[in-house]
């Protein structure tokens, strides 16, 4: 593929948050952008924002633990977008609770999101990468890799996309493909949202409360993640793969 043609991105779970922030900010470097989410009515305003300033999208439903629904899914983008070369895993969901609390199903549920609905898509588009002689795979981690308390799935599960970077990088390298994860650190999201109402905080206050842990003095927004993922899946950063790069605000102990 030459340079001078527009790379076509995927980005999972991008109806909303840290994933529409990431479509967006890939379709401003030029990308034809794939937004996938479960529900693809959901992806509609991802979709509008991004084709209102000019780019190109496609709005795709489909649940990334699903073999079958993963490799439609992508065939559709190859038919109406073109080869993806640019994979960015960040369809995710929580199901918190203490260990003696928590189910099997809360377990699956977030280990089949997380780390099989990243190997499912990297699968499915690794080939189109190799036959171009390029690729970029950035997956979603969190600072919840290194532990935190109620989200022992959820810990798990992004402790597992360190490692399967890792080794997608060490794997794909030779054929011109780097793997890269990003670790955000409290980020406001529906996703953290909805861990204030868990815990019985109003939104603002948590964030509030948040901020005074973190060296710059203020909670992340998802376009500070969508600036550290178009950093990774860009031309310019085809030396960097197997890193896993937190984006908290501060290191992390």
Not at 29 to 52: F, H, M, N, P, S
Request: glycine content about 10%; overall charge negative.
């Amino acid at each position: 593929m030459s340079t001078t043609e527009q790379r076509v991105a995927v980005v999972t779970g991008a109806a909303r948050g840290i994933g529409a922030a990431t479509a967006v900010r890939l379709a401003a470097e030029g990308r034809a952008v794939a937004v996938i989410d479960l529900d693809e009515a959901a992806c509609k305003d991802t979709v509008e924002k991004i084709t209102a300033a000019g780019g190109r999208a496609l709005a795709v439903g489909a649940d990334v633990s699903d073999e079958a629904q993963v490799e439609a899914a992508i065939a559709r983008v190859v038919e109406e977008l073109g080869a993806p070369t640019i994979l960015v895993n960040n369809a995710g969901v929580l199901r918190d609770n203490l260990l003696f609390k928590m189910s099997v199903s809360d377990w699956d549920t977030v280990m089949n999101v997380h780390l099989r609905g990243a190997f499912l898509m990297s699968k499915a588009v690794q080939k189109h990468m190799v036959d171009a002689g390029f690729g970029r795979i950035v997956n979603l981690s969190s600072s919840s890799a290194l532990g935190n308390r109620g989200q022992v799935n959820y810990s798990a599960a992004k402790a597992g996309l360190q490692g399967f970077t890792k080794t997608l990088a060490k794997e794909l390298g030779k054929f011109g493909i780097t793997a890269n994860a990003v670790a955000p650190g409290f980020i406001a999201t529906e996703m953290t949202k909805a861990t204030a109402e868990r815990v019985g905080m109003g939104f603002e206050d948590f964030k509030a409360a948040a901020a005074t842990q973190i060296p710059v003095a203020r909670v992340g927004e998802p376009d500070d993640i969508a600036n550290a993922i178009a950093f990774f899946t860009g031309e310019a950063a085809g030396f960097v793969s197997g890193q896993v790069l937190y984006v908290a605000g501060g290191p992390l102990d």
